[in-house]
């Protein structure tokens, strides 16, 4: 079964801090890996997307890896700020099937 | 602007009595789905289209109903709501299945 598991469920950092997110997956074959950030109570929305040849992807402070070799992602978050407060959320897609396999999240705290 | 746009916000209701959540996009995408977030699960999705009057079973579907005559609606029908189905709610569309872009969501509670 296709999943997704992301590290650490939960962080608290202090604004200005660097912090890294994990997300390791089991998905094949891999199609593209998509970065969300979810306010709370908020939809999602999108921070990048990967795709098998990109190995690093850039969106202001947020900057995506991907390994596809090992299966593995992570988000850096640069300078955090008190808006990066968030659920960070990996989704997985597999190639040539329909649907989505989402990650858990990694509710991020960052404290003044 | 290019949006999912979700209705209502919040809603609750009592067990039983049928209700829709309504879905409606205006990026003229084929791909439309339904998804429900609960603590500690994660999204998990409950059906989803890939166009006019073609729809499918996610993971969770039982309990709800879906209908896709227009490529722009998605609406998601609890027949008979209980308080298992106590959930916040997203629809979501994307072009091809590659950018999904999610709606603000529908907090729902039924008693």
């Known amino acids: 079964k296709n999943q997704v598991e992301q590290s650490p469920q939960s962080l608290i950092i202090l604004e200005g801090k660097n912090c890294t997110l994990q997300?390791?997956?089991?998905?094949?074959?891999?199609?593209?890996l998509r970065w969300y950030k979810q306010d709370t109570g908020r939809g999602p929305v999108s921070l990048t997307i990967?795709?098998?040849?990109?190995n690093t992807k850039s969106n202001g402070r947020y900057t995506a890896t991907l390994d596809a070799d090992t299966k593995q992602s992570s988000l850096h978050i640069t300078a955090s700020q008190l808006s990066d407060s968030a659920s960070y959320i990996c989704?997985?897609?597999?190639?040539?099937?329909?649907?989505?396999?989402f990650g858990k999240g990694t509710h991020l705290i960052i404290q003044p | 602007e290019a949006q999912v746009t979700q209705n209502p916000r919040y809603l609750i209701t009592v067990t039983g009595k049928k209700l829709t959540v309504t879905c409606s996009q205006n990026?003229?995408?084929?791909?439309m789905s339904w998804y429900r977030q609960d603590p500690g699960l994660g999204l998990r999705q409950i059906y989803y289209?890939?166009?006019?009057?073609?729809?499918d079973k996610g993971d969770v579907p039982e309990g709800y109903k879906v209908s896709r005559k227009e490529k722009r609606n998605f609406p998601l029908i609890l027949e008979s709501p209980s308080p298992n189905q106590t959930s916040l709610y997203f629809c979501?569309?994307?072009?091809?299945?590659?950018?999904?872009?999610f709606g603000s969501g529908t907090r729902l509670t039924v008693v």
């Open positions: 289209s890939m166009n006019v009057e073609v729809t």
């Open positions: 990967m795709t098998f040849s990109e």
């Open positions: 997300c390791n997956y089991t998905v094949s074959p891999f199609s593209n």
């Open positions: 979501a569309s994307s072009l091809a299945g590659y950018g999904y872009t």
């Open positions: 989704v997985v897609s597999e190639r040539g099937a329909d649907g989505l396999t």
């Open positions: 990026m003229n995408h084929e791909y």
